[in-house]
């Protein structure tokens, strides 16, 4: 008997309870069979999706935290962490915190160079560097010497001029100031007696620029400045802002060098003309008197107190000097 015989013939085989079981057995694995192939399917079919559900998780994630940054960097600093103040390059605050320490806190020439380093001048040849120099020395024997500042003598800045103009200069020191007429405060800077300057010392900020004069032998050389004094105080707990301890002095002005045998040999050297000047942040009784001295010298309400503040040729170059200086009345 052949083995499909055998089957046939088995007693399992015929019974027709057992074939009935049998049969349901083999539907239900056949049903759970097409399910996991159908699972497989869609489980294939979604890993793109998973890819890219990913990747916008990735995205989102890195979005939130750049604006975290954002926002970090953005945010006021925390409760007692110093925040650095920018000055405006055109104005003294009204008020403002003062340190003797650090007295151009707080104004335009908070960052400017010590001395005569912040009045800058394009490179040039060595005629016009030379005139550089020596328009530098006699601005610094106007505005920085002691033995101007507070000595009250000129001689060394005279000395620095040819010599018809040095006599010129004479005269017009020896004119007691008066409005519209020019006498040695707008040639030099000399302090008021008993007021003294910190030892921060005085900052700059300008240009220098040469050019040929108006006649052969001429070299012109235009100063555009301004120059702040910072001022000591006794009692520098009571001050309110900057612009009561330092003072600026804004000057333009033109120097002529003049050499050759078209000028007579009185003439060869240094001249000074079309010189126009202002101050703020001043004391206004001393300033009648040709001297400088700080704000904190004139009376609370006195003239002065933030009557220059509209006028940014106190402080920047570029602009014009005001045609009134921080005292008018």
């Known amino acids: 008997m052949d083995d499909d015989n055998l089957l046939d013939s088995h ?4 019974d027709p309870e057992w074939r009935k079981h049998a049969q349901t057995d083999a539907w239900l694995g056949a049903k759970q069979d097409r399910k996991q192939f159908r699972k497989q399917q869609r489980r294939g079919a979604r890993k793109p999706r998973r890819r890219w559900w990913i990747f916008g998780v990735f995205v989102l994630v890195l979005a939130v935290t750049t604006a975290a940054i954002v926002y970090v960097g953005r945010r006021s600093a925390p409760a007692g962490e110093a925040v650095p103040e920018v000055p405006n390059p055109t104005q003294v605050p009204d008020y403002a915190h003062v340190d003797l320490a650090r007295p151009y806190a707080n104004t335009p020439a908070q960052d400017w160079p010590k001395g005569l380093d912040g009045i800058t001048a394009a490179p040039a040849g060595p005629a016009e560097a030379d005139a550089y120099a020596e328009v530098k020395q006699v601005i610094s024997a106007a505005r920085l010497d002691p033995a101007v500042l507070t000595g009250h003598d000129p001689k ?4 620095l001029f040819a010599p018809d103009m040095r006599q010129h200069l004479t005269e017009v020191f020896g004119r007691k100031p008066a409005k519209d007429v020019a006498s040695f405060d707008s040639y030099v800077t000399e302090i008021a007696d008993g007021y003294h300057l910190l030892d921060a010392g005085p900052r700059s900020f300008g240009t220098l620029a ?7 032998g001429e070299l012109a050389v235009d100063a555009r400045y301004v120059i702040a004094y910072a001022f000591d105080n ?4 009571g001050l309110t802002s900057p612009n009561e301890i330092v003072s ?3 000057v333009d002005e033109t120097y002529i060098l003049r050499s050759g045998k078209t000028f007579a040999e009185s003439s060869n050297g240094l001249w000074l003309e079309n010189v126009h000047s202002a101050f703020s942040s001043v004391g206004c009784a001393a300033a009648r008197e040709g001297f400088l001295a700080p704000g904190y010298a004139n009376p609370p309400a006195g003239p002065g107190t933030g009557a220059d503040q509209d006028a940014p040729g106190y402080y920047d170059p570029k602009y014009p000097v005001p045609d009134l200086d921080g005292c008018h009345d």
């Open 234 to 237: 006794v009692h520098p707990e």
């Open 210 to 216: 040469a050019h040929p004069g108006a006649k052969p």
């Open 11 to 14: 007693p399992d085989l015929v």
């Open 248 to 250: 600026f002095l804004r």
């Open 156 to 159: 060394a800045f005279l000395a």
